[in-house]
């Protein structure tokens, strides 16, 4: 019996739209990018449909699906996912919420990321 191994590489949140700085090109289109090309050569490509209607259009729910998991059966939401990344052990009585710092200007959202700030300078130690 032979053992086959595999890796599962997933470019989450590698997708973007042209820049004309880039000829047009989006940035992944613009970069160079040798070794998941090589990765790619030497090993199987394909598509898989991970999104799943009534569910939101996230990388929690591609992930799960890309790991072998229902989203529909064990999608907890991002909050209870990004706390088990972080080791925050959850009660089953708990209830988590997962937001984002952004930048707002003027009212209009400029920044996804509070200007990347890190996960240290946004905790609420009140």
């Given at each position: 019996m032979v053992s086959v191994k595999y890796v599962v590489v997933c470019c989450d949140g590698m997708s973007d739209l042209p820049i004309p700085k880039l000829s047009g090109k989006t940035p992944l289109e613009a970069a160079d990018t040798p070794n998941m090309d090589s990765?790619?050569?030497g090993g199987?490509?394909?598509l898989l449909q991970t999104m799943v209607?009534?569910?939101?259009q996230d990388s929690g729910v591609a992930n799960l699906a890309i790991l072998g998991y229902d989203p529909v059966k064990f999608y907890p939401g991002r909050g209870p996912l990004?706390?088990?990344?972080?080791?925050i052990v959850l009660d089953s009585s708990d209830v988590i919420l997962r937001c984002n710092t952004v930048t707002v200007e003027d009212?209009?959202?400029v920044d996804y990321s509070g200007g990347h700030i890190s996960s240290g300078e946004s905790r609420n130690y009140g």
């Open positions: 990765l790619a050569q199987e490509c394909g209607s009534g569910l939101p990004e706390a088990a990344n972080m080791g009212g209009v959202l």
